[in-house]
Nanobody, 127 residues
């Protein structure tokens, strides 16, 4: 069973930065497009950003565009989410997810397209 483990969450003041990481094990990492989602209390889980299998294509939600950056290291089976200029509305549990879709440049925003999920890491941004 493929396993995804997120790390790097925490408490930060507005305007600060955090870097989340997600390590994938028991699978062929370079076969997966990777996505980050977030879920605030009482809301649906929403797409934040994603990166294609080889890292050629990235896609971001409008709410984070220009502030968040996704990268991946296929040699280390890791995908990262660098979050800058954080806002209180970024507070949520952040999840990484893996999509086994075979199209090389595919980055999907659809939650149900992702096959594997991590347990999530809490990000809290104070005002």
């Amino acid at each position: 069973q493929v396993q995804l483990v997120e790390s790097g969450g925490g408490l930060v003041q507005a305007g600060g930065s955090l870097r989340l990481s997600c390590t994938v094990s028991r699978g062929t990492f370079s076969n997966y497009a990777m996505g980050w989602f977030r879920q605030a209390p009482g809301t649906e889980r929403k797409f934040v950003g994603g990166i294609s299998r080889r890292g050629i294509r990235t896609l971001y939600a409008d709410s984070v565009k220009g502030r968040f950056t996704i990268s991946r290291d296929n040699g280390k089976n890791t995908v990262n989410l660098q979050m800058n200029s954080l806002k209180p509305e970024d507070t949520a549990v952040y999840y990484c997810a893996a999509d086994e879709g075979v199209i090389n440049l595919r980055v999907t925003t659809t939650l149900n397209d992702y096959d594997y999920w991590g347990q999530g890491t809490q990000v809290t941004v104070s005002s």
